[in-house]
């Protein structure tokens, strides 16, 4: 899966929980919960949905790494090489 791939993977995931932003104007080193003024538990379900959508073990200690459009591109690249 490439960058392109997982970035609209994500954006589709993020419009399930906040329907109403427009994400394609995120800025992508915007903290995602401020954001889009999401909660602890949309964020959860965000991080969820990600792991069933990929297929990728996400340890509860990796969530600060989603914080951001580009912090979860990043991981994800890394997390889908192997």
Do not use: C
């Amino acid at each position: 899966m490439n960058e392109a791939e997982i970035r609209e993977a994500l954006w589709q995931e993020l419009g399930n929980i906040a329907p109403e932003m427009d994400l394609r104007q995120l800025d992508p080193s915007a903290n995602l919960r401020e954001a889009l003024d999401i909660d602890s538990m949309d964020f959860l379900n965000f991080v969820t949905a990600i792991h069933r959508r990929l297929g990728v073990d996400i340890p509860e200690l990796d969530y600060p790494k989603l914080g951001t459009l580009d912090g979860a591109v990043n991981y994800l690249k890394v997390k889908l090489r192997r």
